[in-house]
Structures are given as C-alpha cells and as structure tokens.
C-alpha cells in the first residue's frame, strides 16, 4: 500500500509564493504520473499540473507561467512551486501519483489527504 503525504500549505497574501511537498511512502516498485489536483470552496476538483517520471510536464491553463512542478525520483516526491499566487487559487490541494507496488502488477491510483491553501489579504 502506498501513502502520500502533503505539506506547505497555509496562508498567503495575493502576489506571494508557496511551495507545496509531496512525499511518498510504502510499497514501492515504480511510480508513472504524479500530480496535483485542487478543489476550490463549491467547485469540482481540477488538474493543477502533473510530471511523468522523465520530466514531462502538464500544467492547467489557470496555473501556467505562475506554478512550476518537479520531482525527484530517488525520493518519490514531487513539488509544487506556486508564485503570484491569485485569491481563486484558494483550495485544498491533493496529491496524486500512478504506482506499482511489485513487478509485473497493475498500476493504482494513491490520493493524499490535501493540504489547504489559502489566498487572502
């Protein structure tokens, strides 16, 4: 079983930056595509941006040229780096990775618990 685990979240003024860790942990063969999801107050849970394990990047178009993701490989952890940070960016921010715990074995979808963001003066 794999586990993510969010950190970074908090309180920001409009213009500032965060940047959000997620680490996971568990059984681990390999990890493809991990990612970041939010769900705003009242609103459906959108795609922020996600990484392939070579790097390949995929951003929203709400978030592009501000939000930059990254990943390291040998820590099974991915970031978000979130600058200009604009009140509608206001949500809980999920973590989400595609992971095989043995070889040979379908993949899984794991979800994070979210760690709130919040955008305010």
């Known amino acids: 079983q794999v586990q993510l685990l969010e950190s970074g979240g908090g309180l920001v003024q409009p213009g500032g930056s965060l940047r959000l860790s997620c680490a996971a942990s568990?059984?681990?063969?390999?990890?493809?595509?991990m990612g970041w999801y939010r769900q705003g107050p009242g609103q459906q849970r959108e795609k922020v941006a996600t990484i392939t394990t070579g790097g390949s990047t995929v951003y929203g178009d709400s978030v592009k040229g501000r939000f930059t993701i990254s990943r390291d490989n040998a820590k099974h952890t991915i970031y978000l780096q979130m600058d200009k940070l604009k009140p509608e960016d206001t949500a809980v921010y999920y973590c989400?990775?595609?992971?095989?715990?043995?070889?040979?074995?379908?993949?899984?979808?794991?979800w994070g618990q979210g760690t709130q963001v919040t955008v305010s003066s």
């Open positions: 568990g059984t681990i063969f390999n990890i493809e595509n």
């Open positions: 989400n990775a595609d992971t095989q715990t043995a070889p040979r074995t379908r993949y899984t979808i794991s």
